[in-house]
């Protein structure tokens, strides 16, 4: 079946310090490229996505790149602050209708003070 | 307008018992799912819904079933409960439309089968 890698599983950075999160996806088909944010013990937030008909988008610290050719997309973080602390999921539609997403299996980011 | 909200928020049942999750949504989405979030392995989809009267099984619904009777609401029913559905479930719920759109997410149910 269609699936999504994400890496790393667990990432630790300095405060002030960008984060980097990768992803790959399986299915050619995939166009809409969501990334959400999970704080212990609360829902997942959307924080950003992007579409398949642009390389990159970016909204005040957070920005996600997509190499469509490659199937990868990252997303990035700069300037790290405490309350970035939390899990992040990347997540690739599937072919068929109805905005089914697939999940990767999660980053936990850690900023260190 | 409160968005995806789960009832109930904790649940602890015995084995075989079963159990119904309640999802309702106030943003007149059509769509609507259910996923599983275990440690390490992400979200996992069980069953979803495209609207009204209509369900279809996702990556994992053996052992579960769901209804859509009305459009603001999407259960999910544990007929004979297992220790293997111990996990946090939540429920979200999205726009139609000629393209992908997000997905909005409840704040989850905590579930323990003993």
């Known amino acids: 079946g269609e699936n999504v890698e994400q890496h790393p599983s667990t990432l630790s950075v300095q405060e002030g310090d960008s984060a980097v999160i990768k992803c790959t996806y399986s299915d050619s088909a995939s166009n809409y490229f969501p990334w959400y944010k999970q704080e212990l013990g609360k829902r997942p937030q959307l924080i950003i996505d992007i579409r398949s008909n642009v390389g990159e988008k970016k909204d005040q610290r957070i920005a996600v790149t997509l190499n469509k050719t490659a199937k990868h997309f990252s997303l990035h973080i700069t300037e790290t602050q405490p309350e970035d602390s939390a899990v992040y999921f990347c997540a690739a539609s599937l072919r068929s209708s109805a905005s089914k997403i697939i999940f990767g299996s999660g980053t936990r980011l850690s900023i260190r003070p | ?114």
């Open chain 2, 1 to 114: 307008n409160a968005g995806v909200t789960q009832t109930p928020k904790f649940r602890v049942l015995k084995t075989g018992q079963s159990m119904t999750l309640l999802c309702a949504q106030d943003m007149n989405h059509e769509y609507m799912y259910w996923y599983r979030q275990d440690p390490g392995m992400g979200l996992r989809l069980i069953h979803y819904s495209v609207g009204e009267g209509t369900t279809a099984k996702g990556e994992v619904p053996d052992g579960y079933n769901v209804s859509r009777l009305k459009k603001q609401n999407f259960l999910l029913g544990l007929e004979s409960a297992a220790p293997s559905q111990t996990s946090v479930y939540f429920c979200a719920s999205s726009f139609s439309g000629q393209f992908n759109q997000p997905q909005h997410f409840g704040d989850g149910t905590r579930l323990s089968i003993l």
